[in-house]
Every structure is written in C-alpha cells, then in structure tokens.
C-alpha cells in the first residue's frame, strides 16, 4: 500500500511538472519571451522584467530604480499621467509594479483578448516616457511619504534596514530598495532619465507571460510593438565582492513607536548563482529550521522554552554574490533580548551536533515541492516564480529542474551547511527596544 501511495505521489508530481514548460523566443534586439501557457481559465498574467534594481544604481543616487518604477506611471507621448492604470482597469485587468535589488518588474492580470493593448502599452512607456519637472517634483513626495511610512515610523522595517546596512560591508545590497532619505532629495529629473535611457532597453528585459495564450501570437504581438525598439548598450554587472569578515557586529534600536521588542540576526551566507549545491541546503535547512508555525526554532523558544510569542528564519536564495539568512524573535514579556542572545548562541551550538532524521527531511523536501504545485493554479505565481529566477541569474533548466534537485539534498548536505551558516563573524545581530514616550 505504501508502495502504492508513493508511485501515485510521483506520478502527480511529474505530471504537474510537465505542465510547467516554458517556451523561450528571443527578439532580435535581444527581448526575451517566455510563455507559460495554462489554460485553466481565459486570461492571462502579463510582466516585464528589467534587469535592474537598487544595486545597479549609481553611488550616492540611492532610489532610483524605484522612483522610477512610479514615473513609469506618469505617462507617455501617448497617456496621460495615471492613464495606463485606467486603461488597464476599464479593460477589466488590474496592474501593479515591485522593485527589488536585482529587477524591476511591471505586471497585469486580463482577460487573454487583451494581449495587443498591454503589450502596446509596455512598449510605449519603455522609450516614450514623458516626464516635467512639476510631475516628476510631486512624484518625489509620494516616494518619500513611502519610505516615511513603511520605514521610518516602522521600528521593526527600520531595524532591519540598518542590519543591512551593517551586513554588507562592500557589496551594493547594503542599499536600500527604496533607497536613503537625503538621497531621494537630490534625485533630479536628469538623473532618472539617464537611468532610464540606458537601463529601460529591449536587450535588458525579460517578457512572462503566464496563461490562456500560445508562443506563436505573443511573439506575433512583440515583434510589431517591440520590435523596432533599438537595444541598449548595457555593460555585464561587475558589482563588488564582499571581503573576508573579521568580527560580528550589532545593531541597538531604541524607539518610541514601538511596544514590543525584537531580535533578529542576518548572516551572510550565498545565493544560488554563487553556489548551486549550498543554496538548494539552505532552502530545505530554513523550512526545518525556521518555518514560523513548525520550525525547530518555534519549537525551541516558543514551545519547548517558553521565551518567545513568535520565532522564524528565512533564506532569501535570489541574487548575485552573498545573501541573508535571517532570523527573527520576539521575547515574552519577562524575556529580555539579551536572555534570546544567549538561548540562540546555546542553541545554535547544539543542533549543529543534531542529525535530522530521513523521514523529516523526506516531509519538508515533499512541502517544499508541493508549493511549486500549488502555485501553477496561479497565474500570478507562475509569472512571478520564472520572471524573478530569470532575472537574478537562474537559467530556465535551473527553475524546471528545481523540485528534481530539491529532492537530491540528503541528510549529509544539511550538516555541511549548518557547519558554516552560523559563523557570528559573518553576522549581524540586531535589538529593537521600546522606550516609553
């Protein structure tokens, strides 16, 4: 019987997989297409991913790559400045922007009919953007009424930016995505259009779409509006390298606007793109280790000890060079974060001694797996999944053979990577406390 359930539970899994099979065309003037086709439903999840985030930004214009993405939405030749949303939404689509270290990403959820009109409107606002100073003046406030919100009156966001900062010693990712206040102030109209100009270029973008629609008509479709876009000329990233880190540092938090202490810990540890074999273990080693609701660090401190309301980790794989491992605590009441400090460093000495049982990573590398599933009745997450990877280095064989080489992680992989993930010298421990008003 037992026999049976695991031959039908392969059986899905490659069936699923099978479904999940991009189709790859390049334009001349180096476009790249990608269509996940699903045709669940009659609509599709449109993107474009520019290879350029907060980390190609050039010294001391911090922000940019963001601000951007919201004059993007200012209009063109063509639109009026919020005209593209409108358009979009009386079509009965939704859109949206994100920006990240690595990409920019612009997407709309619409009917499969639609196709044409997104796609001419992307292409109209990749060279055509119409910017004045007013606009663009008016434009900065509401970027740094963002960051007032989501960062500077946001202990916890706050904190973290600073641990960032710290962890990073040369690589540009101690930048923050929205970029640092005294910055933003200084952006001119200038600045951003040259940033613009040389990074918003056919040669530099990455076209997903997931949905109800076939290879043969979207490269139809990009040809006529995309096509005559001239490339950019666009130099290969050669960001800087982080350099060998000699001692641990620490990050103390005081604020007003917060009732409830925090620890957290960031550790320098590798992407994928640096290396292949770490990164798949330090995927399945956070979902053990760290997942909020069965972790071994929930667990430890929330369970068993009794010290914390709440205690996760994450490992984010994406990028170029060195990433975070981070790790997040919040005390009780009568737990001080010196008391979490000292439990932690205990602890992490402990499990690195532990052997995880096969059957436990057997679940996780399985959980692990059933999420990709999960996420192919999403249009959305389909679209994410492969616009993200594609744009921080992973090849389209990396993302399809993913679940394959997430089941080969073996027991033998986890203890390797817990020998060298907690080095305190590659690490960044930070404290939020509360003061009263």
Same mark, same amino acid.
């Given at each position: ?205 990455? +076209? @997903?779409?997931?949905?109800? !629609?076939? =290879? ?7 040809? &006529? *509006?995309?096509?005559? #876009? ?98 997040? +605590? @919040?005390?009780?009441?009568? !737990?001080? =974060? ?7 460093? &205990? *602890?992490?000495?402990? #499990? ?86």
């Amino acid at each position: 019987m037992r026999f049976f359930l695991f031959f039908i539970i392969i059986f899905f899994l490659k069936d699923a997989f099978a479904e999940f099979r991009p189709q790859h065309h390049i334009l001349e003037n180096g476009l790249e297409i990608i269509v996940l086709e699903n045709n669940r439903v009659p609509a599709i999840a449109h993107s474009i991913w520019y290879k350029v985030g907060s980390a190609d930004e050039p010294n001391g214009k911090s922000g940019i790559a963001h601000f951007l993405e919201h004059l993007l939405f200012k209009g063109t030749d063509k639109l009026k400045p919020g005209e593209f949303s409108q358009t979009i939404a009386r079509n009965g689509g939704k859109d949206n922007a994100f920006t990240s270290k690595n990409y920019t990403g612009y997407f709309q959820l619409i009917h499969k009919s639609k196709l044409e009109l997104v796609m001419s409107l992307e292409a109209d606002r990749m060279k055509n953007i119409k910017l004045v100073e007013k606009e663009f003046e008016n434009e900065k406030t509401v970027v740094l009424e963002e960051r007032y919100s989501r960062v500077d009156n946001n202990p916890s966001a706050l904190l973290s930016e600073q641990i960032n900062a710290a962890l990073y010693m040369n690589h540009p990712y101690k930048r923050p995505i929205i970029g640092w206040e005294h910055e933003i102030k200084n952006l001119s109209l200038n600045d951003v259009m040259k940033f613009y100009d040389k990074f918003y270029a056919p040669n530099n973008a990455i +076209i @997903v779409i997931c949905g109800d !629609v076939k =290879l043969d008509e979207v490269v139809r479709v990009a040809k &006529k *509006y995309f096509g005559s #876009i001239k490339p950019s000329k666009i130099d290969e990233r050669s960001w800087t390298n982080e350099p060998t880190q000699h001692a641990p540092r620490g990050v103390v938090l005081k604020s007003k606007n917060t009732a409830i202490p925090v620890f957290k810990r960031y550790y320098l540890v590798p992407t994928y793109t640096k290396s292949k074999k770490e990164a798949l273990a330090l995927e399945v080693f956070a979902e053990i280790f760290g997942n909020p609701l069965t972790g071994m660090l929930f667990e430890e401190f929330v369970k068993n000890k009794k010290l914390a309301t709440s205690a996760s980790a994450y490992y984010y794989s994406d990028g170029f060079g060195d990433t975070s491992f981070t790790i997040s +605590i @919040v005390p009780k009441k009568e !737990v001080t =974060l010196n008391d979490i400090a000292s439990h932690l460093d &205990k *602890y992490l000495v402990e #499990i690195e001694k532990k052997i995880i049982s096969s059957d436990e990573l057997t679940k996780v590398k399985k959980r692990l797996v059933n999420e990709i599933i999960f996420a192919q009745d999403s249009l959305y997450m389909g679209m994410r999944i492969f616009g993200s990877s594609l744009s921080t280095g992973y090849s389209l064989k990396d993302i399809t053979d993913w679940p394959n080489d997430i089941q080969k992680v073996s027991i033998n992989d986890l203890q390797n990577i817990l020998l060298k993930i907690f080095d305190l010298n590659k690490s960044v421990t930070g404290y939020l406390i509360p003061i009263e008003k």
